[in-house]
């Protein structure tokens, strides 16, 4: 398995709370991705970096920030969580452009419930 | 959407038995990638087809891809039990400059023992 440890693997809060989803990784991957998985739509890529400080929108952004100061932690943050945010977050590396082919590394998700 | 689309969106079938599952999508692409999510845990990455391809082999997996009909199948032969799972298409667009890939809604199969 990759070495990709997400955390907190399950949470439950409140309307309004921030939260912090964090993403470590041991690969050295230049690429990190946070989608959301929900029933019916699949995966949606929310955020994407490809490289410490670099990052942008994927395409279900709104309501969700990301911020990466090393190689190793991706963070997704949502600011002040609302109902539509519950679901499962899976953070993904690669060491190159997706549409390039090699092989994307998917962690075990985080399950999310905004009450 | 650009999103690769999965058919049958459920597939129920006897050990010892294939099961297919189809892909179509809408745009050129680069290459078209199969992936797999047991219940409760994240993708794994089963293969990956390029658009120059018309059929790869990985094990007791095939996945054919016709560029003239932008569909894709995968095909797993004498399915086992332990092949229960949500299998997803994944497309790279061709010309896409954030380069990312688009993931269908999957096909969820359960062989029965």
């Known amino acids: 398995d990759a070495g990709i440890t997400q955390s907190p693997r399950h949470k439950v809060t409140e309307t309004g709370t921030p939260v912090t989803l964090r993403c470590h990784q041991t690969e050295n991957h230049r690429y990190m991705y946070w989608y959301r998985q929900d029933p019916g739509h699949g995966l949606r890529l929310i955020h994407y970096?490809?490289?410490?400080?670099?990052?942008d929108k994927g395409e279900v952004s709104d309501g969700y920030s990301v911020s990466r100061s090393k190689t190793e932690d991706f963070l997704l943050t949502l600011e002040s969580a609302t109902s539509s945010q519950t679901s499962v977050y899976f953070c993904?590396?690669?060491?190159?452009?997706?549409?390039?082919?090699?092989?994307?590394?998917f962690g075990e998700g985080s399950w999310l419930t905004v009450v | 959407s650009q999103q690769g689309e999965e058919d049958p969106q459920a597939l129920s079938i006897q050990e010892g038995e294939n099961a297919t599952m189809n892909c179509s999508y809408k745009?050129?692409?680069?290459?078209l990638q199969w992936y797999r999510q047991n219940s409760g845990r994240g993708l794994v990455h089963l293969i990956l087809?390029?658009?120059?391809?018309r059929e790869k082999h990985s094990g007791r997996l095939r996945v054919t891809l016709d560029t003239s009909k932008k569909s894709s199948s995968l095909l797993i032969t004498a399915s086992r039990a332990a092949d229960t799972a949500s299998y997803f298409c994944a497309t790279a667009t061709r010309g896409s400059t954030l380069g990312r890939l688009y993931f269908g809604r999957g096909t969820q199969l359960t062989v029965w023992p």
């Open positions: 970096s490809y490289g410490v400080k670099d990052t």
């Open positions: 745009t050129s692409i680069n290459n």
């Open positions: 087809i390029r658009s120059n391809e």
């Open positions: 993904a590396i690669s060491g190159s452009r997706q549409a390039s082919g090699n092989t994307i590394y």
